[in-house]
């Protein structure tokens, strides 16, 4: 997933200067990046096992409350 953020941020750093459409393009994209990059990190916490999920202080309940929510959700 790194390489969605890396390329949030230069495009984030690109719509600096950017025309108004080009902005509203951009803020489409950044959206998208970040729904992909939040269900690509809740089916890393659905994988995860019960003693590595006790290890960051999760339960499982919780890992599976995070990992029902979907991907547009916070």
Not at 12 to 29: P, Y
């Amino acid at each position: 997933m790194e390489t969605s953020l890396a390329a949030r941020r230069s495009f984030a750093e690109a719509a600096e200067g950017a025309s108004r459409g080009s902005r509203a393009v951009l803020s489409v994209f950044d959206t998208l990046c970040l729904w992909r990059e939040r269900a690509w990190q809740r089916r890393q916490l659905a994988g995860l096992s019960d003693h590595m999920l006790t290890d960051i202080g999760i339960s499982r309940a919780e890992a599976r409350m995070e990992c029902d929510k979907p991907f547009w959700k916070g």
